[in-house]
Antibody, heavy 127, light 107 residues
Framework: EVQLEESGGTLVQPGRSLRLSCTAS????????MSWVRQAPGKGLEWVGF??????????EYAASVKDRFTISRDDSKNIAYLQMNSLKSEDTAVYYC??????????????????WGRGTLVTVSS | EVVLTQSPATLSLSPGETATLSCRAS??????LAWYQQKPGQAPRFLIY???NRATGIPARFSGSGSRTDFTLTISSLEPEDFAVYYC?????????FGGGTKVEIK
């Protein structure tokens, strides 16, 4: 079955760090750019960042709201994408989703459409 | 960044009726717009891309239209499983942004 599963969400104090994982199955993970999108309680969706496939250098890009605090990486041998979150703030409280980009094994590094999502993992930043 | 404004915030309809959802962009996004469906506690589902193309496996009752700044998602003959929140998303300008959502609820 083609799916994504996030893990690692928990309650964490402001200023601390947390790493989320996104485990993929049922498709060739290494062919795809992967994004993280978050949803604060009762709010809409916010794109957080993405990482290119290794074919395009495996480099990440970030939203301004998390740049310099969050780091996205990937381990294609394990079919996992990671979101390392440092210096967490209360406004980072959200369900975090990982998403597959529609670019796939094509000739574009990213399409910016998301055709597969995980169920999400909740991160609560509070003292 | 491009701001997407969805209206109405809530749409109250009965099964069998047609839902018409609007998404307006703060600047032209050409046809680089997608729609997603989200049910409570579930991941968003990819419905429409490039304004009018249905994603794989999406029923024909879902259709999208529009270009530049004004877009519409139409759900013909609502099924019980269609009651959900719908989001639009643009990819024309970085960063990709989402609208605030329209909730389609049972009247």
């Amino acid at each position: 079955e083609v799916q994504l599963e996030e893990s690692g969400g928990t309650l964490v104090q402001p200023g601390r760090s947390l790493r989320l994982s996104c485990t993929a199955s049922g498709f060739t993970f290494g062919d795809y750019a992967m994004s993280w999108v978050r949803q604060a309680p009762g709010k809409g969706l916010e794109w957080v960042g993405f990482i290119r496939s290794q074919r395009f250098g495996g480099t990440p890009e970030y939203a301004a709201s998390v740049k310099d605090r969050f780091t996205i990486s990937r381990d294609d041998s394990k079919n996992i994408a990671y979101l390392q979150m440092n210096s967490l703030k209360s406004e980072d409280t959200a369900v975090y989703y990982c998403c597959r980009d529609t670019s796939g094994p094509g000739d574009r590094d990213v399409d910016w459409y998301f055709d597969l999502w995980g169920r999400g993992t909740l991160v609560t930043v509070s003292s | 960044e491009v701001v997407l404004t969805q209206s109405p915030a809530t749409l109250s309809l009965s099964p069998g009726e047609t839902a018409t959802l609007s998404c307006r962009a703060s600047q032209s996004v050409s046809t680089h717009l997608a729609w997603y469906q989200q049910k409570p506690g579930q991941a968003p589902r990819f419905l429409i891309y490039d304004a009018s193309n249905r994603a794989t496996g999406i029923p024909a009752r879902f259709s999208g239209s529009g270009s530049r700044t004004d877009f519409t998602l139409t759900i013909s003959s609502l099924e019980p499983e269609d009651f959900a929140v719908y989001y639009c998303q643009q990819r024309s300008d970085w960063p990709p942004t989402f609208g605030g959502g329209t909730k389609v609820e049972i009247k």
